[in-house]
C-alpha cells in the first residue's frame, strides 16, 4: 500500500510541477497579447483549463498522499521533513498566486509585464530543486 501510495504521490508532484511551469509561461506570453484579442481569449481558455484540471487537483493530491506518507513512513518526526514542508506550503502559496494571475487575465485587469512573468516563471523550479535535495539527501 505503502509504494503505491508513494507512486500515486510522485506522479501528482510531477502533473503539479508541469502545471506549476507551464502557468507561468502562458502568462509571459498572454501579458503580450492585446486586450480582447483572439490570442488574448485562447490564453484565458487554456489558463483557466490547465487550473482547474490539472494545477488544482494535483496540488491537492500532492498534499494528501505527501501527509500521508509522512505518518506512515514516520518521516513526519524527520527535520528535513519540516523544511520540505514548508518549501511545499511556499509553492502551495504561489499556486495561489498564480490563480489569482488567472483571475486577473479573465477580467482583462492584469497590469504586470512579461518580463514580471519571465522572473516568476523561476520560482517554481528553484523550489522543485530544493525539495528534491531534501527528498533525496535528508541532510539533518
Known amino acids: 500500500m ?6 500515486l504521490h510522485i506522479v501528482a508532484v510531477i502533473a503539479w510541477m508541469a502545471g506549476m511551469l507551464y502557468l507561468p509561461r502562458l502568462f509571459v506570453y498572454h501579458a503580450d497579447a492585446p ?5 488574448s481569449e485562447t490564453f ?12 488544482n487537483p494535483s496540488m491537492i493530491l500532492v498534499f494528501l498522499t505527501g501527509l500521508i506518507l509522512a505518518y506512515l513512513t514516520g ?3 524527520a527535520p528535513w521533513l519540516y523544511a520540505k514542508f514548508a518549501l511545499a506550503l511556499g509553492l502551495g502559496g504561489l499556486h495561489g498566486y ?6 486577473m487575465f479573465a477580467t482583462d485587469s492584469n497590469q504586470r509585464s512579461a518580463r514580471f512573468f519571465r522572473v516568476l516563471n523561476e520560482i517554481p523550479t528553484v523550489l522543485m530543486v530544493l525539495i528534491v535535495i531534501l527528498v533525496v539527501l535528508k541532510p539533518f
Do not use: D, H, N, P
Open 2 to 7: 505503502e509504494l503505491w501510495l508513494k507512486a
Open 35 to 39: 486586450v480582447g484579442s483572439a490570442m
Open 44 to 55: 484565458k481558455t487554456m489558463e483557466r483549463r490547465l487550473l482547474k484540471a490539472i494545477v
Open 75 to 77: 518521516y513526519w518526526q
Open 98 to 103: 498564480f490563480a489569482r494571475c488567472v483571475r
